[in-house]
Nanobody
Framework: QLQASGGGLVQAGGSLRLSCTAS????????VGWFRQAPGQEREAVSG??????????FYADSVKGRFTISRDNAKNTVYLQMNSLKPEDTAVYYC?????????????????????WGQGTLVTVSS
């Protein structure tokens, strides 16, 4: 089970750190991705980190490169998304997903609509 948290209201240019904490499994065995869905829009991929088998390599959507950083804290079984220089267009509900097979996360990156059980997510609102 995954729990996303850390969202809130922030002014443009500000920062937030989202957490995705797992229970019941070892998170660094999984590829983990962050996705977001803005009102009236489709869900989109934001950032991902591959499993330790794939050297925890990271990837980002072009819209967040240079502003967002994904990382792991294995002791806390948590993946973070540090979001800096936030923009109003970053406003969305943010979700995390974990896949035991790295390639499945890559597929989810392209086809996020194929996943239906996203959990609650955490709301990020960036005011202008």
């Amino acid at each position: 089970q995954l729990q996303a948290s850390g969202g809130g209201l922030v002014q443009a240019g500000g920062s937030l750190r989202l957490s995705c904490t797992a229970s019941g499994f070892r998170m660094d065995d999984y590829a983990v991705g962050w996705f977001r869905q803005a009102p009236g829009q489709e869900r989109e991929a934001v950032s991902g980190i591959r499993s330790r088998r794939k050297d925890n390599s990271r990837f980002y959507a072009d819209s967040v490169k240079g502003r967002f950083t994904i990382s792991r804290d294995n002791a806390k079984n948590t993946v973070y998304l540090q979001m800096n220089s936030l923009k109003p267009e970053d406003t969305a509900v943010y979700y995390c997903a974990a896949e035991s097979v790295d390639d499945r996360l890559l597929r989810l990156w392209i086809f996020p609509h194929e996943k239906t059980d996203w959990g609650q997510g955490t709301l990020v609102t960036v005011s202008s």
